[in-house]
């Protein structure tokens, strides 16, 4: 590839990394943060050989260093989404779950938790993630517990 064409599409990736820098920011409590290079830094594509050989090597750091931003945050943002996705799926099995008692309190107590927990904007994910665990757990527990005629279906 073509010098100059590469950095345009170091460029191009470095601001759709900030974008989802600032997606980040703006939705998770603990968003990784990792520096994004900017390519302009770099200055002008030489003309010289040696020199552009240098810059080249150069580029191909900018290219690692952005892959790693990118592979950070779209892991920060997907593992939020898998949160959430989790949390609703649970929570719909909550609501066809019927409890008496003390069970039934600790459900409403667990889902109450999990759904204030998925809606807060910025999420922490690492709470959101512990209470989605804990309610799936309980859930499991209190299904084999459960004598199949008093279930819900």
Known sequence: MEVLAR??????????????EARCVAVLTAAPTLAIPQVRALGEVPTEPAALAAYEAKLDAVSRALAQAHAAYAGALAAREEALGLA?????????TRLTGAAAGDLAAL?????EAGAATPTDVRRAGALVA???????T?????PP???KA
């Open 7 to 20: 950095r345009a599409q170091l460029e191009a990736t470095a601001a759709a990394v900030a974008g989802l």
């Open 88 to 96: 609703g799926a649970l929570l719909a099995e909550a609501a066809t």
């Open 111 to 115: 889902t109450r938790l999990v759904g």
């Open 134 to 140: 804990a309610l799936q757990a309980y859930l499991t």
């Open 142 to 146: 209190t299904r084999s517990s459960i």
């Open 149 to 151: 005629t008093t279930r």
